[in-house]
T-cell receptor, first 117, second 112 residues
Framework: GAVVSQHPSRVICKSGTSVKIECRSL??????MFWYRQFPKQSLMLMAT?????????EQGVEKDKFLINHASLTLSTLTVTSAHPEDSSFYIC?????????????FGPGTRLTVT | GDSVTQMEGPVTLSEEAFLTINCTYT??????LFWYVQYPGEGLQLLLK?????DKGSNKGFEATYRKETTSFHLEKGSVQVSDSAVYFC???????????FGAGTRLTVKP
């Protein structure tokens, strides 16, 4: 149980275009989902926390108009990188928060590598 | 706020050597503690966890004990293999929520 998928696993897009990354909890309902960004050889940086049906809470320094997060259902959250630039190239990881007795835990997706050319 | 500090890498060991990666935490209350492993080009995989003091998490020969008196959760393995080469992250979630805090990560390379 507690499987989280991400799609696509890799994406290459041209500068100025937008790209959407999907994060799905496959076998449980996730009230809360998290989006992280990881630069090469660094730790995960939390970008935002999204709760189903409400606006995401962004961490300081993360542009909410550039990184659009939608959590429209209990099993799907999306991250859209708008007007992407090469500096947006990174590894993006989502996670879903556990429920009930496992509410202290997060379940991580496999990540999406974005390359902006 | 709550945070995690783990030993700087990289760590290079020979196969069958003993591994210790230190992790200490700062937290109010009783956090839950985790070790994650990240293989090249992949996402994070939960390696083990502990949710209360004196709990020992173990998996695949790795183990870590939640030590409240020393606020530590050191990762150990008695005999590492080449396939253990990866980056290891110590993490915590504060008491009563899942807002996860990560250490910087420690890159382990095991040579044959």
């Amino acid at each position: 149980g507690a499987v989280v998928s991400q799609h696509p696993s890799r994406v290459i897009c041209k500068s100025g275009t937008s790209v959407k990354i999907e994060c799905r909890s496959l076998d449980f309902q996730a009230t809360t989902m998290f989006w992280y960004r990881q630069f090469p050889k660094q730790s995960l940086m939390l970008m935002a926390t999204s709760n189903e049906g409400s606006k995401a809470t962004y961490e300081q320094g993360v542009e909410k108009d550039k990184f659009l997060i939608n959590h429209a259902s209990l099993t799907l959250s999306t991250l859209t990188v708008t007007s992407a630039h090469p500096e947006d190239s990174s590894f993006y990881i989502c996670s879903a928060g556990g429920q009930g007795d496992l509410s202290y835990e997060q379940y991580f997706g496999p990540g999406t590598r974005l390359t902006v050319t | 706020g709550d945070s995690v500090t783990q030993m700087e890498g990289p760590v290079t060991l020979s196969e069958e050597a003993f591994l210790t990666i230190n992790c200490t935490y700062t937290a109010t209350g009783y956090p839950s503690l985790f070790w994650y492993v990240q293989y090249p080009g992949e996402g994070l995989q939960l390696l083990l966890k502990a949710t209360k003091a004196d709990d020992k998490g173990s998996n695949k020969g790795f183990e870590a004990t939640y030590r409240k008196e020393t606020t530590s959760f050191h990762l150990e393995k008695g005999s590492v293999q080449v396939s253990d080469s990866a980056v290891y992250f110590c993490a915590l979630t504060p008491y009563n929520n899942n807002d996860m805090r990560f250490g910087a990560g420690t890159r382990l390379t095991v040579k044959p």
